[in-house]
Structures are given as C-alpha cells and as structure tokens.
C-alpha cells in the first residue's frame, strides 16, 4: 500500500509543521508524509547500574559515536546487561534505523542502516531507532536522513544548548519525508548505496596510500633504505645549521587589520591556516603592510610552524608554503617560519616535520611548562640526520611524488561526494526518475 496525499493535504501537513520548511514541487504519484506516519519512533534502554536483574543478558549498546552519517562505527561499542523481557523489547531488527537523538548539532538525526550485525539495543538518551511500516523501506529512510530537506528539519526542530542539541521522539515523528512508490524508494537507495561503496572504495585506498607514505618516511627519512645511487655516511646537524626559524609579525588587534586585500595590506597566515600538514588560504587576515618586515614575507618552500596555542597538541603543527598567487604572504606572531639554507632541501626539512622524532621533540620542549608557547630558538636547537644535498632532493621528490597521488585520490574523493550530493538533490525531490 502506498500512501498519498493530496495537494490540499499536502500544503495543510507543511503548514502544521512549519519546521519542514519549504517543499518544492512533488511528482503527481509521491506523497509527502510525516514520518510517524509510515514508521514507528522508538526509544531505547535506560542504563541503570542500581537495578538488579536476575539472570542477566549482555549484548551491545549503541551510542551517538555509534551512528555515523549514513553507516554505523561498531569498532568501540560498550555493554550492557539486561533482563529477557527488555531484550525483546528494546533489541534491534533488520530494516532498523538508527537516528541520533542529540550531541553535535551536525550530529543530530543522522541515520545508519541496522542490518542485524550483532545483537544490540540503543541508548535510551541517545539513539532512537525507527522500525519502517510497509509504505516505507529502511534502506529509503536511511538515505533520506542525508537530504537537504531532512537536514533543514532537524536544523530548525533540534533544541540547542550552549554547542549541543537536542530532538524529542514526538519532534522526530513530525520529520517531512517525500515517499515514491516502493519499487522506486528501492531503485533510489540502490543508486545511492553504489556511490557510497565508491566513496567507501576511495577512503579505504586513500588510508592505505597513507600508511604506505608513512613506512616510507620511516624508511627514507632514517637512512634505514636508500635509494639507488646514493652511498655515504649522514650527518647530525641542528636545524638552526642549515637554517633559520623567524618569528611572525605583532598588529594591534583590528587597528592593524584591513577587512579585505588593499594596497596598504599584506595577508597575514594564522594558526587556522596550517591544516593536516597544509597552507590554506581560507579565513586569511589582512595586516597593514608597515607592521611587515622583509623577512618576515614568505618564500616558496618556507615551513609555517604554530609557535603557540591554547591547544598543546596543536603547538609544532607545520605546513609546506607553496602558495603562488599573485598575493604576498606574512604570518601572525604566534607562528614561526622556517627557512633553509643551500644546505638543506626545504621539502626535506618539512618531511622531516612530519615525524615522529620531530612530534616528540615538541613534546619533549612543552613538557613542565603552562604556557604552550615555543621560541625559533629551541625550533633551531632540533637535531635530525642529513645526508647529502643531492639524496635530501631525491627522497623529497619520491615522497612527492607519493603526496601527488594521495592528492589526486583526495580530488577525486571530494567530486564523487559532490556528486552523490547532486544525486541526492535530484533522486530525493524526484526531478530525475529512476522509474
């Protein structure tokens, strides 16, 4: 049985629920429900360690950390003892889908499919699992979660407090759900379900990319593998030997700052600019160009180190400044630049950045001391092994060359996720049939 709605209908159930927000123009034969209607909202099991149960049930209890945005994390799942007669009440079935009742706001009412991996019950605070009626397929429901509609709902339906939010069982039950007939909710879900195993396919050569990179690094950055055609002994040497790390430049909060690029300004680079080992260019400053040195613009192949942070694991980050954009580049005062000399390959340094040896150096320098705050002093103090000039450029380029095809996977990962978010905005609203 499908169930439809007439256009009446239809505005009147929006209308009750302004929360749905807008809903554009639906196919003649899809009905636009709510989901109480078509599926069964279900609370969990209270965890209650002073209640005593007579012979007692282990199984697994799924948590928010449990219910990723459209699959289920089982690698960390805690226990919980329970009676029979809770077991059968509160466990899990096939077609199951699991929806994450608070926490982040990004986190709140994302769904995962439950296929009956183990047997498990949810989190009575945490996770409510919602049972699908025969107009509705879990798989269907699984993917709806993700589309614009159902993230606009549970945008303006979550009840936030301070950074976390919240939905009650009885506001999940008013959640809009656009409900073709069920050979093409199958088709839809099967559409979507292949561009997630590509995606899956796609993380899983990318972490095994980067696992490689790093045996590599361990291999080549130590002198325990050389490549061909390079012999010899390598030799300790303080970075402040084949370089010299700088301080960033100090402004007088906005009064030194330009909303946007000027001919009186220079970009000015930040904490927040150096991610996972990168330079980006996103949420740059604009510092006035007379509180910037010379020396402190930044050259191709400067190393940009976060010199202090709040943050102690975020003390020692480092990025590679490769940027060449027609811009001049500076960095703040709480960051630091290093840069080599004609004894060093700077790409080299950076790898070595990179290491654990250099972490546990930062680690070493922070340690007994509250302010997380490094001097170019101690950056310059840092001992690594270098060989020759000419094996430093070489074992730089073959891991170069291993950053350009993580880089390459990582492109190609971010248009297929774009993709299945085109594919979403067309099969969810039913612009394009599949059917």
């Known amino acids: 049985m499908t169930l439809h709605v007439s256009e009446p209908s239809a505005k009147y159930l929006v209308q009750q629920n302004p929360r749905a927000a807008a809903v554009g123009e639906l196919p003649h034969d899809w009905a636009l429900v709510k989901l109480i209607d078509v599926a069964e909202v279900r609370g969990g099991v209270a965890k209650n360690a002073n209640v005593a149960i007579s012979d007692p049930i282990e199984v697994a209890y799924l948590r928010v950390a449990n ?24 466990s899990l079935l096939p077609g199951d889908v699991l929806m994450n009742e608070g926490g982040d706001l990004d986190k709140l009412g994302r769904g995962a499919l439950w296929r009956g991996e183990i047997e498990t019950c949810v989190h009575q605070n945490h996770v409510f699992s919602v ?3 025969q107009q509705l397929l879990g798989d269907y429901l699984n993917v709806w979660t993700g589309s614009a509609s159902a993230r606009r709902f549970f945008l303006l339906a979550g009840k936030q407090t301070t950074n976390l939010a919240s939905i009650s069982k ?35 050569m990318i972490a095994k990319k980067r696992d490689l990179k790093q045996a590599a690094m361990q291999q080549l950055l130590t002198g325990q593998t050389r490549l ?3 012999s010899g002994e390598w030799v300790v040497k303080r970075l402040g030997d ?3 790390c700088l301080r960033g430049v100090s402004y007088k909060g906005d009064a030194d700052l330009f909303p946007h690029d000027t001919d009186r ?14 330079v980006v260019t996103s949420d740059l400053q604009y ?11 930044l050259r191709e192949g400067d190393i940009l180190i976060c010199m202090a942070n709040g943050s102690k694991a975020l003390v020692g980050k480092a990025g590679c400044f490769e940027i060449n954009d027609g811009f001049e580049y500076t960095f703040g005062a709480f960051m630091g630049a290093y840069r080599g000399n004609e004894k060093a390959n700077c790409r080299f340094v950076f790898y070595l950045f990179q290491t654990g040896r250099y972490r546990d150096y930062i680690t070493n320098l922070l340690a007994g001391s509250s302010i997380n705050n490094l001097s170019p002093s101690s950056i310059e103090s840092l001992e690594f092994n270098f060989p020759e000039l000419a094996e430093q450029e070489a074992i730089s380029q073959a891991l170069s060359d291993m950053d350009g095809e993580l880089v390459s ?4 990962l971010a248009k297929t996720r774009e993709l299945k978010q085109g594919m979403m905005r067309e099969l969810l609203t039913g612009k394009t049939r599949l059917i």
């Open 67 to 90: 219910v990723q945005d459209g699959y289920l994390d089982l690698g960390d799942v805690s226990k919980i003892k329970i009676s029979k007669a809770d077991l059968k009440r509160y």
């Open 131 to 133: 049972r699908c009626k």
């Open 170 to 204: 009885s506001s999940l039950g008013e959640m809009p759900v656009f409900l073709p007939r069920l050979e093409e909710q199958r088709a839809i879900a099967a559409a979507l379900s292949d561009v997630d195993a590509l995606i899956a396919g796609l993380e899983k």
């Open 228 to 230: 061909p055609g390079f």
């Open 242 to 244: 084949v370089g010299e």
């Open 265 to 278: 300004s220079k970009r000015l680079l930040r904490s927040n600019n150096v991610q996972e080992s990168l």
């Open 287 to 297: 510092v006035k160009v007379d509180r910037v040195r010379e020396h402190q613009i």
């Open 409 to 412: 996977l990582q492109s190609r």
